[in-house]
T-cell receptor
Framework: GAGVSQSPSNKVTEKGKDVELRCDPI?????LYWYRQRLGQGLEFLIY????????KSGLPSDRFSAERTGESVSTLTIQRTQQEDSAVYLC???????????FGPGTRLTVL | GESVGLHLPTLSVQEGDNSIINCAYSNSASDYFIWYKQESGKGPQFIIDIRSNMDKRQGQRVTVLLNKTVKHLSLQIAATQPGDSAVYFCAEFPSSNTGKLIFGQGTTLQVKP
């Protein structure tokens, strides 16, 4: 079946602009996660959604970062007023429920000039 | 704070040899661990997992060992192949009540033909 998909695969933007990144989870997965991966580093947790529960936003680095999810489907991660330090690969994952194996998408590579 | 660390950043092995990748974790309450493989330009791919009530789990050519006494995790790859070249991450769930994974920095496995 289809895995997690993300778009765009690459995004180049200018400092100060807003960007939106999209994630389509595996169908039927109630939990969805966003991570950030800087070059040569591990993954940093940003936020996760579980069904209709309030999202866990504890990993968002600043109020410039926000995310939404419509029901148990698509999620968008928005970064406002992008900074150069936001340059990274943003990875989305989904799982059948929280605490279960997470399956990752290919990521969106964000470059802020 | 919580951390999952890997002992060696790069491991170089000869094709056909066995590989052992090590990981230390700091949260004794963690009860679920996952190994991921990440190839260049792709998202992490699930390899194998283990829960804290087990010491060992085997998959196809891979074995994960868990030593809860010293909080150590290892991934063994038998008969390493060039296609195994990638970055390997261990990840832990610090609590059964959370969905977020804590990732280590990763070990790069290089397989020499």
């Amino acid at each position: 079946g289809a895995g997690v998909s993300q778009s765009p695969s690459n995004k180049v933007t200018e400092k100060g602009k807003d960007v939106e990144l999209r994630c389509d989870p595996i169908s039927g997965h109630t939990a969805l996660y966003w991570y950030r991966q800087r070059l040569g580093q591990g993954l940093e947790f940003l936020i996760y959604f579980q069904g209709n529960s309030a999202p866990d936003k504890s990993g968002l680095p600043s109020d410039r970062f926000s995310a939404e999810r419509t029901g148990e489907s698509v999620s968008t991660l928005t970064i406002q007023r992008t900074q150069q330090e936001d340059s990274a690969v943003y990875l989305c994952a989904s799982s059948t429920s929280k605490g279960m194996t997470q399956y990752f998408g290919p990521g969106t590579r964000l470059t802020v000039l | 704070g919580e951390s999952v660390g890997l002992h060696l950043p790069t491991l170089s092995v000869q094709e056909g040899d066995n590989s052992i990748i090590n990981c230390a974790y700091s949260n004794s309450a963690s009860d679920y661990f996952i190994w991921y493989k990440q190839e260049s330009g792709k998202g992490p791919q699930f390899i194998i997992d283990i829960r804290s009530n087990m010491d060992k789990r085997q998959g196809q050519r891979v074995t994960v060992l868990l030593n809860k006494t010293v909080k150590h995790l290892s991934l063994q790859i038998a008969a390493t192949q060039p296609g195994d070249s990638a970055v390997y991450f261990c990840a832990e769930f610090p609590s059964s009540n959370t969905g977020k994974l804590i990732f280590g920095q990763g070990t790069t496995l290089q397989v020499k033909p």
